[in-house]
């Protein structure tokens, strides 16, 4: 397959590298000071706080090109809509690797309803100046396999085909015929989430607030329950069943975790801010049906 990443952010630029070092024909899309930095020195990567910084040079374009199979959009919730412009007079498959709670119908009404599917990275990290720091792989994270799927839920062949080339990477995938309904129940999740951290300065701080993490939970709880779908997948369920000590502490367990440090949380910049408000107002219309 030839493959484009669009967005060279953590995510992206994680994905395409894995992909090159795969031999598989993958270009990064970039702009302005990012995509000069990659010209120059390919993709940084290193784990966590190492070291030590892994070079990949995986080709760099500024804008598509077209002749894709499969195009792979690794952006944040509010800058959809211009990518979307962009890739409306493009062929290839499309598959959404983000926050996104509004559904397919406004993406394929642009792009063409045939060329969606999506998904959500699992991956996480945070840029170090030109460097992308990606979380570490552990027990917890290696049991959660990436989802991917069709719109309404069928296993195509070109879904089954992309799973398995995320395989072949190392990344674990699978398909999910609940795609749309798992991503309403993260973005139920991760908008308290992220906004309480944002407020608390980080995860750590948040952990060190008990009072903060009832309410973020008490939050998600009244997010869950107002979805017309139940949870997607079911383990998302026990944020409303078990009892509140019980979650309230094993969410300060978890924001203490390098998991979560790693993961992105800590991102205070306006672009985290503008993503979670998108998300907001995707949830928001949605909930309200």
């Not at 800058?79 to 409306?88: I, K, N, R």
């Not at 499309?94 to 642009?110: C, I």
């Not at 000590?245 to 924001?255: E, K, Q, Y």
């Not at 979560?260 to 928001?284: C, F, K």
Request: charged share 20%.
């Amino acid at each position: 397959m030839k493959l484009l990443v669009y967005g060279a952010g953590v995510l992206g630029s994680l994905f395409a590298a894995r992909l090159h070092e795969a031999g598989h024909d993958v270009s990064l899309l970039a702009r302005g000071e990012r995509l000069a930095a990659l010209r120059r020195h390919g993709v940084q990567l290193a784990e966590e706080d190492s070291p030590a910084v892994k070079r990949v040079p995986v080709p760099v374009v500024e804008h598509p090109a077209g002749g894709y199979d499969l195009i792979t959009v690794f952006v944040r919730t509010h800058q959809v809509d211009t990518v979307l412009e962009s890739l409306a007079g493009l062929e290839g498959d499309v598959l959404f690797l983000l926050n996104w709670a509004a559904g397919a119908e406004p993406l394929g009404a642009v792009i063409g309803h045939e060329r969606v599917l999506l998904g959500f990275p699992m991956a996480g990290g945070t840029m170090d100046g030109d460097v992308v720091r990606y979380r570490a792989a552990n027990f917890m994270t290696r049991r959660v396999a990436m989802p991917i799927g069709e719109p309404d839920g069928r296993t195509t062949p070109r879904l089954e085909r992309i799973v398995e080339a995320f395989r072949t990477i190392g990344i674990s995938a699978k398909t999910e015929p609940k795609m749309d309904a798992w991503l309403k129940t993260h973005a139920a999740f991760e908008v308290p989430l992220g906004q309480a951290v944002h407020t608390a300065g980080g995860p750590v701080a948040l952990a060190d607030d008990p009072d903060a993490v009832r309410g973020m939970l008490r939050l998600i709880r009244q997010n869950l329950a107002a979805m017309p779908t139940p949870p997607t997948p079911r383990g998302f369920a026990a944020l409303q069943t078990l009892p509140e000590c019980l979650l309230v502490a094993t969410l300060r367990r978890f924001l203490r975790s390098p998991t979560a440090v790693h993961s992105g949380l800590s991102d205070a910049s306006p672009a985290a801010a503008a993503e979670l408000a998108r998300l907001a107002e995707q949830m928001r219309a949605y909930t309200k049906r």
